[in-house]
T-cell receptor
Framework: LAKTTQPISMDSYEGQEVNITCSHN???????ITWYQQFPSQGPRFIIQ???TKVTNEVASLFIPADRKSSTLSLPRVSLSDTAVYYC??????????????FGQGTELSVKP | EAGVAQSPRYKIIEKRQSVAFWCNPI?????LYWYQQILGQGPKLLIQ????????DSQLPKDRFSAERLKGVDSTLKIQPAKLEDSAVYLC???????????FGQGTRLTVV
């Protein structure tokens, strides 16, 4: 499984765009990139998943360069409620038997007023 | 749609005692995961089931931890005997066989004293 590296913490202010970058130099051809969000005292929650280029949903955008060795989660106009830990996961799609969800340390995002 | 149900929410036991956690996944979800999350760390995968078969239990301390998923639905995770370092939140997650995301329960917070 590809190892991921992301910043331990980030600070931002309300209304700003936040970009969290994750590096995964040894990503495999079949690997997908998935981001989860976790609030205190709750289980992680799926945010977005992608394989290449750009994926956008109502919550975030995911940018993946052509070499796929890194990815960037973009949160537009953050609010205080976006304060959470964000995890970048790389692995086989879970709809393939054996697809695993392996979490790293995560990035603790703190949004200030 | 009902989410992943876990019980109990909190448990305090003395070291060397035994404890069991229960998980009821979302209906139709064939894949079930158990994670251990120590304070300040990302979730660590303990065991993954596909229906009632084990896909991965490489990180499960089998001398004291056991898990089962009877009939491919509910699952229980047991610790016997517990150690102080088992104090953590135990998270259960489930996913469709061909889904792209996993859904997490709120977890069980275990304190071993």
């Amino acid at each position: 499984l590809a190892k991921t590296t992301q910043p331990i913490s980030m600070d931002s202010y309300e209304g700003q765009e936040v970009n969290i970058t994750c590096s995964h130099n040894n990503i495999a051809t079949n690997d997908y990139i998935t981001w989860y969000q976790q609030f205190p005292s709750q289980g992680p929650r799926f945010i977005i998943q992608g394989y290449k280029t750009k994926v956008t949903n109502e919550v975030a955008s995911l940018f993946i360069p052509a070499d796929r060795k890194s990815s960037t989660l973009s949160l537009p106009r953050v609010s205080l409620s976006d304060t959470a830990v964000y995890y970048c996961l790389v692995g086989g799609a879970i709809y393939n038997q054996g697809g695993k969800l392996i979490f790293g340390q995560g990035t603790e995002l703190s949004v200030k007023p | 749609e009902a989410g992943v149900a876990q019980s109990p929410r909190y448990k305090i036991i003395e070291k060397r005692q035994s404890v069991a956690f229960w998980c009821n996944p979302i209906s139709g979800h064939a894949t079930l995961y158990w994670y251990q999350q120590i304070l300040g760390q990302g979730p660590k995968l303990l065991i993954q089931f596909q229906n009632n078969g084990v896909v991965d239990d490489s990180q499960l301390p089998k001398d004291r931890f056991s898990a089962e998923r009877l009939k491919g639905v509910d699952s229980t995770l047991k610790i016997q005997p517990a150690k102080l370092e088992d104090s953590a939140v135990y998270l259960c997650a489930s996913s469709f066989p061909r889904g792209t995301e996993a859904f997490f329960g709120q977890g069980t917070r275990l304190t071993v004293v």
